[in-house]
Each structure stands twice: as C-alpha cells, then as structure tokens.
C-alpha cells in the first residue's frame, strides 16, 4: 500500500528535502481560472459570487450571502451535547495558550529624551475562511477565531461555503461553532470568490485587511493573487504528517497517525523516518489492517499509496533528524527512546508532537496549540497561526530637542552621504535662532 524509500548510505550531501517528494498542488496552473473568479467578483460583485456559489456549491440559502443571526442560535441550540463539551474545552485550552502569546509593549530609553516603543498593534478587520469539502473543519473555526480574538481585532468576518443538504447555508457545526464564540458576521460563500469578497468589500461584506483559514487550491491561489491587496496567513497546501521512529515504537499507534493524516485528503503526505526494518514491516502490517476498518477507505488508500507518501529508512536517528529538517513538515511526531531531547533537536516543523501519547489529532483539537500549519516545507521560514499572525508592530520614536541634538551631527552626515541634503536641513532647522 505504500512505498518505501532507502535512504541509508547517504551521505551528508544528500538532498533529502527532494528525496521525500511531496503531492503534485500545482497553484500556477490554477491561476487563469481563479483570475477569472476574483475579476468578476471585483466588476460584478454579489451577483458574481451568487453564480459561481450556484456552479460550486448548489447555491445560497439567501440573495444577501449573509447568515441570519437566528440561524446561527439555533444551530448551537440543536448541537449534539458531546460536540459542544468538546468545543467547549478546545476553546478553554486554546485561550490559555493564546493569552501567554500576548507581547508586552518593548520600550527602550536611548538616552536623555530619546525614546523608542515597540507596539503591538491588532490589525483592524479579518477574514476567516473555514473549509466544507471533504469534511465539515469545525474545529478551523476556534483555530482562527479565538487568536484573533485575543489579540484584539475589532471586527472579524467568517466565510464558508454554502452546502446543498443544508438548504444552502455552511454546515450547521460550524455555524454553531460560530454562535459559541460570539461571531456575528459569517457569510454562505466558498473558494476563491470568498477570499476576493474579503478583499475587495462586496456586497454586505466589508473590505478586510488580513485573510487566514485553509483551503483547496483555489482559495490557496486566490490567496496569492490578492496578498497584497489583503494580508494572508500563508498559502497551506494538502496536509502532511511526519513521523520519526526508532525500535521503540509502538506500530499500532503509528499506522493510527499516518491513517488520521490520509483521512483528509487523497492528496495527504503520511511519511514514516525510520531507523528500524521491524517497525516497517509491523507498520506495514498495521495498515492493512486499520485501513479496512475505517470510514474512507478510497481516500486514505489513495493519499497512502500515493508519491506523497512513503517509509523512509534511515541509518540512524541523526541521519533521521537530518532528514525530517530538510522535509520540514506541517505536524511532525517523534516515536524514540528519549523523544523529548530528539524533539527540542528540530528547526524545521509546523508543530512537534512528542512521544506516543502526543497524538496529531489531538493538536486538531484540544491541544491548546493551533493546528492551521505552514504546509509544502514551508516551515523552514513560517509558522504557524497565532496570536501575532493578527498583531502589526509599530515603532513609536520619541525624542525630544536634547534627544534629537546629541544625534544631529550624524544624521545630517548620513544624508549627505547619501546624497539628500534635505534629509540633513531637515534637523538642521530645529536649531537654527
């Protein structure tokens, strides 16, 4: 069911990030189309998005995109009880881990009269976008709602698109999600024509500043086309997992993992590092096993046999090490003897889940972490959603005519040098009788 891939031998000069391929999600090619979509949101505005929500989705509950507030109530009044004692305690855990996030102003005195203030500052008015594919992302609605909460954005728009067996309207645990958390302001609008809405202001909807949330490779590169126009998060790709193994793990629960991972996408990354031909076999074994056992069987056979995935042998846990930085992974897990000192060794990661108890899905959920991930190696630069991806900072400079006199010579040396002497006559008349 999955391939395997020989790495042992390889020396330090090894590409490794090459070696473990990834899921062909080729936003370039999408581009014409969702040029198109964002164009006609633009010129023609709701009447465009009310078409392609027809084409995509089946239609909108209403002509005005907007979720009636009643509507939302009563979603969290019909919420299964078990659902809501689980939202309940992600957002709990979630708002603690988000709280200690939160940046105290930095002030630095320069000297006497010389003062500079780092602040942080909430960006005014988001737009999140929550999923409704393949599966319902409820739990994407606390990931992107409760970090921005915290930080302070004033005003936060909700978009997820319309479903057909829901008369039109998102799905209704998500709408319930939102009813839980105070959001108001949700609108029946999926893909591109969602992040162009959000970009450009249209209809009910105003212009937001920054868009976060996953998505298909439309919302991925209608994402792109408008940064810019509006800040993004990231551009997240199908979601991969990582896990790095010695003898000591326990097959049953990694097979488990890789499963829970394939169960997302066809597209989906399951990679299994190794160091031991045992654990391959049993994982092997296990996945079979699991496998027909589960609800998507098509989907997790296809994500697992796919180029995207894969069990990669490696010499030893260093040259495993080396291997899980180069593919720098949205969730990486590490099933070792000692996987704590293993863990704090990686640089380049979405998220590390440590030792065997520490499961991806429970990041997905109550964790407390955030489980929207820089995906496609994009971890080696990005990080994952948090409270500062809603924050700006600002630098206040504070100086006063003694403050200012004890730098003037340099500044006025520094223009001239750069050839703007009207940089330099600039403080030069502060001091002139």
């Known amino acids: 069911m999955i391939r395997r891939i020989d790495l042992r031998g390889a020396g330090p000069e090894a590409d490794y990030r090459a070696a473990v391929p990834r899921a062909d999600f080729d936003v ?46 009563q979603a969290l009044v019909d919420l299964d009880p078990a659902i809501r004692a689980g939202l309940d305690e992600s957002i709990r855990r979630l708002r603690l881990t988000c709280a200690n996030e939160l940046e105290s102003d930095a002030v630095t005195d320069l000297g006497p009269g010389a003062r500079v203030t780092h602040r942080k500052v909430p960006v005014n008015r988001v737009g999140l976008y929550v999923p409704g594919g393949l599966a319902p992302l409820v739990s994407s609605v606390l990931m992107n709602v409760v970090p921005a909460q915290t930080a302070g954005v004033g005003a936060i728009a909700l978009a997820s698109p319309p479903q057909r067996e829901f008369g039109g309207l998102p799905h209704p645990s998500i709408l319930a999600a939102c009813a839980l958390l105070g959001v108001e302001e949700v609108y029946a609008v ?20 920054l868009v976060t949330g996953p998505g298909n490779i439309y919302v991925v590169t209608a994402k792109r086309l408008l940064k810019g126009q ?16 010695d003898d000591t793990a326990d097959a049953s629960y990694v097979a488990a993992d890789l499963i829970s991972q394939a169960e997302h996408d066809p597209l989906a990354a399951s ?14 074994a296990e996945l079979d096993k699991q496998v027909s056992a589960t609800k998507h069987v098509e989907r997790i056979r296809t994500s697992l046999s796919g180029p995207q ?12 090490l080396a291997v899980v930085d180069a593919y720098a992974a949205e969730h990486l897990e590490i099933h070792t003897e000692d996987a704590g000192a293993w863990a704090a060794r990686v640089t380049n990661a979405g998220a590390i889940f440590v030792g065997r108890y520490s499961p991806v899905s429970l990041g997905d959920y109550c964790a407390g972490s955030n489980h929207v991930l820089p995906t496609a190696g994009c971890a080696c630069h990005s990080s994952g959603l948090s409270v500062r991806a809603f924050l700006k900072s600002v630098h206040v400079i504070d100086y006063s005519r003694e403050g200012l006199a004890a730098v003037a010579d340099h500044v006025v040396a520094l223009a001239e040098a750069e050839d703007l002497p009207g940089h330099g006559a600039a403080v030069k008349v502060r001091f002139q009788a």
């Open 28 to 73: 370039e090619a999408a581009v014409p189309a969702v040029h198109e979509i964002c164009e006609a949101v633009r010129t023609r505005g709701v009447e465009a998005i009310l078409e392609f929500n027809q084409r995509f989705d089946g239609g909108t509950a209403n002509d005005e995109l907007r979720v009636p507030a009643a509507v939302m109530q």
């Open 271 to 284: 990679v299994l590092v190794t160091t031991s031909q045992r654990l391959a076999d049993e994982v092997e």
């Open 230 to 245: 509006i800040g993004i998060d990231s551009e997240a790709g199908p979601t991969e997992i990582a896990i790095l193994a």
């Open 190 to 209: 999926g893909g591109a024509q969602a992040i162009a809405m959000f970009a450009y202001g249209t209809g009910p909807c105003a212009k937001v500043d």
């Open 309 to 320: 995935s894969g069990i990669v042998f490696v010499d030893d846990l260093e040259q495993g």
